[in-house]
């Protein structure tokens, strides 16, 4: 497979537009059989439901080259598995599991030439999202939905790939209590962008979002959840009912026991204790493992033993172990990897 001439090594996360994509419409009560396409736009009418009252869900995860120069995706089940979720909850209907993998699969062969190679630094992000496409003006579902999946090659979410990044203490919240923080909802990220605009003005590269009932739990970040090492080397992860349940993060909770031998808690984590810590990061297909130097608390700075230089050691052995699962250098767990073939 000949791949495309991109600078894969300098490549940020942005969106490139790759040859083929895979739709899918909902229509009188079924899925019809779905297709890929070359048509990279969608025309929808004025009144369309996810225009007008934002239904709309979606999920993200990735494809690699591994070392012996196959392709692969990670978990894609399990993106499957939480897609029913976030569907469930926004009255949307469900794309069946198997097909999901599969129309992500397709995806990926469709589009091999734009999967990064090997050593490059770089990955290929797949996107599936689904929509209300009927018009709907009274509060209501739509009856008609598509399922589409695209993939764009990218390189690391925050710039500086494993710099550590300095993020702040948000004035907003992300998500309610009993709410709709816990899927993928795409109105999560709409009540998120000034939130993050206001924090990229600041010069912050992120938001800690604290739980919105009582503001003393640290609950995750825009598009993350959190990893906290202790002192004395345990891995520590917020237990929440209104965090998305990152893959990445249930994936480095196994690793970190199974693979590295050390004690985890996932639990609730007061942001009073965070100034205790001796590393802290980040965790999702995006961010993959990325490393938090300062957490700034209106004004007061939390900087982590760990430094502004490099990512801790702990969080280092983690990105290390999961990334060489990823990339086909260490033995995955049974069922983790997709190969394409
Ligand atoms: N939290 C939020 C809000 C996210 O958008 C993401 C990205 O998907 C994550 C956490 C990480 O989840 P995952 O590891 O499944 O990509
Ligand atoms: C992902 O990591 O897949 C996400 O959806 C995060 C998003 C901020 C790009």
Known sequence: MEKKNLDWSNIGFSYVQTDKRYVSNFKNGAWDEGTLTDDANVVLNECAGVLQYAQTVFEGMKAYTTEK??????????????????????????????????????????????????????????????????????????????FRVFGTPVGPYFKGGAKPITIKVSDFDRAAPHGTGHIKAGLNYAMSMHAIVTAHEEGFAENMYLDAATRTNVEETG?????????????????????????TRRSLVYVAKEYLGMDVE????????????????????????????????????????SGMDEMGPVTKKLYDTLTGIQMGRIEAPKGWIKVVE
């Open 223 to 247: 598009g993350a959840n959190f990893l906290f090492v202790t002192k004395d080397g345990k891995l520590v992860t917020p237990k929440s009912n209104s965090i998305l349940p990152s893959i």
């Open 69 to 146: 120069g196959q392709t692969v995706i990670f978990r894609p089940d399990l993106n499957a598995e939480r897609m029913v979720q976030s569907a469930k909850r926004l009255e949307m209907p469900v794309f069946p599991e198997e097909r999901f993998v599969d129309a992500v699969v397709q995806t990926v062969k469709a589009n091999e030439a734009y999967v990064p190679p090997y050593g490059t630094g770089a990955t290929l992000y797949i996107r599936p999202y689904m929509f209300g496409t009927n018009p709907v003006i009274g509060v209501k579902p739509a009856d008609e939905y598509q």
């Open 266 to 305: 996932e639990r609730v984590v007061p942001f009073e204790e965070v100034k205790e810590f001796a590393e802290c990061g980040l965790c999702g297909t995006a961010a993959v493992v990325s490393p938090v130097g300062k957490i700034v608390d209106h004004g007061k700075e939390i900087c982590f033993p």
